[in-house]
């Protein structure tokens, strides 16, 4: 196998590792879980492609809503804009979730970064915040990353898969690309912190803010978008969003109710932000 080394503690405590870190613990993962819908099931593979590809398959086939695939090592990592992820075998929390709302899908955007950034803050002593419209960070570095792929279900729902690729143990400063600007929950003070429990109470957390979007009505929804807009550290600051050939540059100042970035630029003219990479300065 070129790229990993699966290998077995002997003893007692036998365990499988992968390039020397435990395998995730699934059965941890199920007995820590209690939420109503989401990780209900759970497919785990301890090297997969990309778990959102997978996703899509299965989505596509009729996968039950909540359904989790878990990895340890996504060789095939896909990122926003056609990027690929950057995989740390048996250190990060590798997962999509199969779900389909009934609501607009720049919600399940703000509902995700929300759980995530929860899920952290809850299980170290760390304060992550979003940046616009869905990275998270820890000192100013990005720690998670989600990627938002739609398409019909065998029922032809709208269905989609919510991939989360959260940066846990080990370090990028090996990885001159990355170094600058990428970070790990380990890198900034929250080594402790297990995997299983993260992906647990992320689960929860998730349930929780789809709960709210898909049965809330508009209180839900607001509660979602104000709770997001109050974590975002991206007001405020001057930023430059690259748009294929087009650049705008100014402050952003605020986010509309569908969660677009306001932003006033120097002609005082003020730009409504849909997509596209926001650089902060
Ligand atoms: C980004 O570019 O910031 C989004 C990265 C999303 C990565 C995750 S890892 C699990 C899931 N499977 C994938 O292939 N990508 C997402």
């Not at 778990?51 to 990895?71: K, P, R, S, Y």
């Not at 690929?84 to 048996?90: D, Q, T, V």
């Not at 969660?259 to 003020?270: E, F, K, N, S, Y």
Request: net charge negative; hydrophobic share 40%; with cysteine.
């Amino acid at each position: 196998m070129d790229r990993h080394t699966y290998s077995r503690l002997e003893g007692p405590k036998a365990q499988a590792l992968m390039n020397g870190f435990p395998l995730l613990d699934i059965a941890g993962i199920q007995s820590r879980l209690h939420s109503a819908q989401i990780g209900r099931e759970l497919i785990y593979r301890p090297m997969i492609d990309s778990t959102n590809t997978l996703a899509m398959e299965l989505a596509q086939q009729g996968a039950t809503e909540g359904t989790i695939i878990l990895t340890d090592d996504q060789p095939g990592g896909r990122g926003r804009q056609g990027r690929s992820w950057k995989a740390l075998p048996g250190q990060q929390a590798l997962l999509s979730i199969i779900v389909y709302p009934a609501f607009p899908a720049h919600f399940l955007v703000m509902g995700t970064a929300l759980a995530v950034r929860e899920a952290i803050a809850l299980t170290t002593d760390l304060e992550p915040t979003i940046k616009w419209p869905n990275d998270v960070l820890i000192a100013g570095k990005k720690v998670c990353g989600i990627l938002i792929e739609t398409t019909a279900g065998a029922d032809g729902r709208l269905c989609a898969v919510v991939g989360i690729g959260l940066n846990v143990h080990g370090s990028f400063k090996e990885i001159a690309e990355l170094a600058q600007r990428a970070t790990t929950i380990a890198e900034q003070g929250g080594q402790d912190v297990s995997r299983e429990e993260l992906i647990a109470t992320l689960l929860e957390r998730f349930d929780e803010s789809y709960e709210m979007l898909q049965h809330g009505g508009a209180d839900g929804t607001w509660r979602i978008w104000k709770h997001w807009r109050d974590h975002l550290s991206t007001l405020g600051h001057w930023v430059r969003i690259q748009q294929g050939a087009r650049l705008v540059e100014g402050m952003a100042i605020g986010v509309d109710g569908d969660g677009a970035l306001l932003v006033r630029q120097l002609d005082g003219a003020t730009t409504q932000i849909t997509w596209g990479d926001v650089e902060m300065r």
